[in-house]
């Protein structure tokens, strides 16, 4: 049990840490980011959506097929960051967070 709860609390932090790091360095300054966020924003460049809305579809897609792919011990272990990842960003993209806002060359390095 103690095991869980410490994991838990580190998947919290790294879904927490990842979504500000997009919200504020990544999508202000268009870069563009590997994996489900990369995707993302290629697909937002076509759809008007939400950030958090399209990246909860894509992660979903993906959840779904690694479920099929990869067995349910794959699913159940992502299932937590396929819901907060998306969860996180939709909280962070209604704060201002414009004060964190940086050059582009500086936001590639910290985002």
Do not use: D
């Not at 300054?29 to 809305?53: A, D, E, K, Q, Y």
């Not at 937590?80 to 806002?101: D, H, N, R, W």
């Amino acid at each position: 049990m103690k095991h869980n709860g410490k994991m838990l609390i580190q998947v919290l932090t790294g879904n927490v840490l990842l979504a500000f790091a997009v919200c504020v360095w990544i999508v202000p300054n268009r870069l563009l980011s590997g994996g489900s966020t990369g995707l993302v924003m290629i697909i937002r460049h076509w759809l008007p959506l939400r950030f958090s809305v399209v990246a909860m579809m894509v992660n979903s897609f993906l959840f779904f097929m690694g479920l099929v792919f990869l067995g349910r011990r794959f699913a159940m272990t992502s299932l937590c960051s396929t819901l907060l990842y998306p969860g996180i960003l939709a909280v962070l993209e209604e704060m201002p967070l414009k004060l964190f806002a940086l050059t582009p060359w500086v936001a590639a390095v910290f985002g």
